[in-house]
């Protein structure tokens, strides 16, 4: 089982399932020459995407065009199923930054001929997480922000209240169709400016006052 670090403490967070959303900010929709989608755009990554700060991005040899996408992460913190939208916030255990990497020539490849793009978003080390920090250090409703350089510039910034779905619309509706586990992760989808990474690259995601991460990306 993977495991996470807690901001501020000893312990650690188990991961579960971790489950993405494509599409939730409307700049990024349009980058992406996509439609605003209707409801939740929903995928998986396998746990053994998941990285911690430090360890390397490792660009499988399939692609040429692999790349960054900055995202909140919600830490699920309770077990559920059908859960209402506006019982959801008790169900968060804390956020953390995250990087949900992505080999975008594959997925363009596979889009094109109607197959799955798991290999894409799912291959190793494509999910690189910060430390959870728990809920009670936020100041909910304000909007948590996040941010990515490469090389020490910035390329993407966000913030919670830009998303399409909040977190709790998401949590409401992943729960229709999968039992949501103490340990799951909910990577919340990317703002605009994703762009192409390479060989070398340092990439670094912040949680805007509390954590970050840093990775370096090798072309395998």
């Known amino acids: 089982m993977k495991k996470i670090n807690l ?64 995202e909140l992460v919600v830490a699920i913190g309770k077990e559920g199923k059908n859960i209402s939208e506006s019982e959801a916030e008790n169900y968060i255990f804390g956020y953390a930054v995250g990087l949900d990497m992505t080999l975008r020539d594959v997925q363009s490849e596979a889009k094109k001929k109607g197959l799955p793009w798991t290999i894409a978003k799912g291959f ?25 350089t490469i090389n020490g510039i910035e390329k993407q910034r966000g913030k919670s209240n830009e998303m399409i779905f909040s977190p709790t619309k998401l949590i409401s509706f992943i729960s229709k169709f999968f039992t949501l586990e103490v340990g799951d992760l909910i990577f919340t989808g990317t703002p605009s400016g994703v762009s192409e990474v390479h060989h070398g690259d340092i990439i670094e995601a912040t949680l805007v006052g509390f954590t970050s991460i840093r990775h370096q990306v090798v072309f395998l």
């Open 124 to 148: 190793d080390t494509s999910a690189p997480v910060s430390s959870i920090v728990p809920k009670s250090f936020f100041s909910i409703p304000n909007p948590i922000e996040f941010f990515c």
């Open 7 to 70: 901001h501020a403490s000893d312990e650690t967070f188990t991961v579960q399932k971790i489950f993405c959303i494509g599409k939730n900010y409307a700049e990024h929709a349009k980058e992406m020459q996509s439609d605003i989608p209707e409801f939740p755009v929903v995928f998986l990554k396998p746990t053994t995407a998941l990285i911690t700060n430090g360890e390397q991005i490792c660009i499988p040899t399939i692609s040429k065009q692999p790349h960054h996408e900055v």
